[in-house]
């Protein structure tokens, strides 16, 4: 399946935490490398200091109470209806799943088929789920890195867009790591939503291929 649009793409960021990514894809944006608009920037927690970012930026804000949802047999997807309804108020094309902590149900899943993406810090398929980069170190990897992929409703398994490496080194902590890991989630995350942008993701199967592509991802960079 190919992916074309034609106008400026709307976008929604869900995000729970620090929204380092979410920064990353406003600032593209503003610096004009992304070619998009963030109508919905949506938390599951009040305090989230994405959402701080979000008004910092005039962008809309929106926090969205697990709680109300809680106790119910289906909690985890009426939370979902509850967001997407959010989403098509605002007209959303694309979602970006941003420091999300929350399994997205197949509500969500199925309403965004291949319009959805997600960012995971590690070298999918190795290490899904949390604290990866710890389990990198542990593993005793010497490459570590960070997937962009589609959402499916298997956690962290859907069609790979984007990864870039890097090196784990004989002294990394996994807060070390993970900071070098940043580096390039804020790199391949902007840069797979301009790919969606601009109608260049075809997607077959498990496999996503970037149309006139020239070659993507990061190169992989050894220690010296
Ligand atoms: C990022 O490292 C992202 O890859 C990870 O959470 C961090 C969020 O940082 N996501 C996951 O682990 C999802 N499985 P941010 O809030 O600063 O973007």
Redesign the pocket.
């Known amino acids: 399946m190919s992916i074309k649009r034609t106008d400026v793409l709307r976008v929604a960021v869900l995000?729970?935490?620090?929204?380092?990514?979410?920064?990353a894809v406003i600032d593209a944006i503003e610096a004009g490398t992304v070619q998009a608009k963030i109508v919905a920037v949506i938390s599951n927690k009040k305090d989230s200091p994405?959402l701080e970012r979000a008004r910092l930026h005039g962008l809309p804000c929106f926090f969205v109470d697990p709680k109300p949802h809680v106790g119910q047999p289906d909690s985890r997807e009426s939370y979902d209806r509850e967001l997407l309804s959010l989403l098509r108020q605002h007209e959303v094309e694309l979602v970006l799943?941003?420091?999300?902590?929350k399994i997205v149900t197949r509500v969500l899943v199925e309403a965004f088929a291949n319009r959805m993406m997600?960012?995971?810090?590690s070298l999918l398929p190795s290490f899904?789920?949390?604290d990866?980069q710890q389990k990198a170190i542990e593993w005793g990897c010497k490459l570590a890195g960070?997937t962009v992929h589609f959402v499916t409703e298997g956690v962290?398994e859907g069609p790979i867009i984007l990864q870039a490496a890097v090196p784990i080194l004989d002294d990394d902590t996994a807060g070390t790591l993970?900071a070098r890991?940043?580096v390039q989630?804020h790199k391949i995350y902007p840069r797979a939503v301009q790919l969606f942008a601009e109608g260049r993701l075809r997607v077959e199967g498990r496999r996503v291929f970037v149309e006139q592509g020239k070659p993507v991802g990061e190169a992989v960079i050894g220690p010296s």
């Open positions: 995000a729970s935490g620090r929204g380092s990514n979410l920064q994405a799943l941003a420091g999300y902590m997600n960012i995971h810090p899904p789920g949390l990866v960070c962290d993970a890991i940043l989630e």
